[in-house]
């Protein structure tokens, strides 16, 4: 069983910076990030596979960075030159059956969810 717990939410100013990590317990193939604004859907923002191989979407491409440290068994989202559209609520997600890994696969296991807030 996946288990998949968030931290390093909380406020930060526009242009600023902060880490998200995500606590894997659990085999995976398959790691993502995701974040949703009330009333709209979750979207995918970042991927990484086994290979370490990424991939994201546009408008963080540049700024936001995924990495896994296998050895602490934690992923990352290292946020940069954050903006007033990056606040929502950031979730990390996984799936543990190999197939395609990227922003369109379907992953099973999800956190809890940590919120971000950028103000100005």
């Known amino acids: 069983?996946?288990?998949l717990v968030e931290s390093g939410g909380g406020s930060?100013?526009?242009g600023g910076s902060l880490r998200l990590s995500c606590a894997i317990s659990g085999f995976t193939t398959c790691l993502g990030w995701f974040r949703q604004?009330?009333?709209?859907?979750?979207?995918a923002i970042a991927s990484i596979d086994n290979y370490n191989s990424t991939m994201y979407e546009g408008s963080v491409k540049g700024r936001f960075s995924i990495s896994r440290d296998?050895?602490?068994?934690?992923?990352?989202?290292q946020m940069r030159s954050v903006k007033s559209e990056d606040t929502a609520m950031y979730y990390?997600?996984?799936?543990?059956?190999?197939?395609?890994?990227g922003l369109r696969a379907v992953f099973i296991h999800?956190?809890?969810g940590t919120q971000v807030t950028v103000s100005s």
């Open 12 to 14: 930060v100013q526009v």
């Open 37 to 43: 604004i009330p009333g709209k859907e979750r979207e």
């Open 110 to 112: 999800w956190g809890q």
């Open 1 to 3: 069983q996946v288990q």
């Open 92 to 101: 990390c997600a996984a799936r543990s059956n190999w197939g395609f890994c």
């Open 70 to 77: 296998s050895a602490k068994s934690t992923l990352y989202l």
